[in-house]
C-alpha cells in the first residue's frame, strides 16, 4: 500500500538536545511538507518542499532545519534553538504543490515532548 | 494572507442527527476547498474536496457547499454515527498555500 511514514511515534528530547524526525513516502509525490499542531490550534506550516533539493521556510521556521535529499525522504531537525518543542509534528505530501488543487496525504504523526 | 475561521470549536450531536461544519475565507484566490478527518492520535485524512467551479458536492452521508460570492463553506454529516465522532479540518488552498481551520471535535452520542 502506498503512503506516507512517520517515525518515530513518541520521542523525548532532552535540553540542549537536537532530534531528527523521519518522514518517508512511496507515493511518488513531488511536495513535502511538516506541520505542527498544538491543542486548539490549527495546523501550523513549518517547513515544505516542492522538489528535490529544495525547501522553502513556512510560518514557523525558526528552531527548524529540514533537508530534501531524496524524493521520498523529508526529515526534519528540532534544534536546540527551538524553546517549546513539545508538539504533535506531522509529514504530509500531494502529486503537486499549492496551486494544483490535490490534496495533502497525512502520516500519523510524531509526538516530542521535553524531558 | 489568507485567513480561514470554522464554527463551531466543538460539537455535540445525537446518533442519527446531523451536523454541520461551517467555514469561512478571506482570500478571493483560494480555490480549492478540502475537509480532514483526524481521529485520536493520527493523522487528518481527506474525506471530501471541492473546487471553486462547484457549489456542492456528495459522497453518501457527507456533503461539502460552497458560496464563492459570500467565501464560506460547509460540511455536512447526515445519519451521524458513533464513529464520525473526530476532529474536523476545513482548508483554502491558493496558488501560494493552504491555511487550515483550528478544527472542529465532533462527539457523536450513542
Known amino acids: 500500500d502506498g503512503g506516507i511514514t512517520q517515525s518515530p511515534k513518541y520521542l523525548f528530547r532532552k535540553e540542549g538536545q537536537n532530534v531528527t524526525l523521519s518522514c518517508e513516502q512511496n507515493?511518488?509525490?513531488?511536495?513535502m511538507y511538516w506541520y505542527r499542531q498544538d491543542p486548539g490550534q490549527g495546523l501550523r506550516l513549518i517547513y515544505y518542499?516542492?522538489?528535490?533539493?529544495?525547501?522553502q521556510k513556512g510560518d514557523i521556521a525558526e528552531g527548524y532545519s529540514v533537508s530534501r535529499e531524496k524524493k521520498e525522504s523529508f526529515p526534519l531537525t528540532v534544534t536546540s534553538a527551538q524553546k517549546n518543542p513539545t508538539a504533535f509534528y506531522l509529514c504530509?505530501?500531494?502529486?503537486?504543490?499549492?496551486?494544483?488543487?490535490?490534496?495533502?496525504?497525512f502520516g500519523d504523526g510524531t509526538r516530542l515532548s521535553i524531558l | 494572507g489568507e485567513n480561514v475561521e470554522q464554527h463551531p470549536s466543538t460539537l455535540s450531536v445525537q446518533e442519527g442527527d446531523s451536523a454541520v461544519i461551517k467555514c469561512t475565507y478571506s482570500?478571493?484566490?483560494?480555490?480549492?476547498f478540502p475537509w480532514y478527518k483526524q481521529e485520536l492520535g493520527k493523522g487528518p485524512q481527506l474525506i471530501i474536496d471541492?473546487?471553486?467551479?462547484?457549489g456542492e458536492k456528495k459522497d453518501q452521508r457527507i456533503a461539502v457547499t460552497l458560496n464563492k460570492t459570500a467565501k464560506h463553506f460547509s460540511l455536512h454529516i447526515t445519519e451521524t454515527q458513533p464513529e464520525d465522532s473526530a476532529v474536523y479540518f476545513c482548508?483554502?488552498?491558493?496558488?501560494?498555500?493552504?491555511?487550515f481551520g483550528i478544527g472542529t471535535k465532533l462527539q457523536v452520542i450513542p
Open positions: 504530509a505530501s500531494s502529486i503537486g504543490a499549492w496551486g494544483t488543487n490535490q490534496p495533502q496525504h
Open positions: 507515493l511518488n509525490h513531488d511536495a
Open positions: 518542499s516542492q522538489i528535490v533539493n529544495d525547501f
Open positions: 482570500d478571493s484566490a483560494s480555490n480549492y
Open positions: 471541492i473546487r471553486s467551479n462547484v
Open positions: 482548508a483554502a488552498t491558493s496558488e501560494q498555500k493552504v491555511t
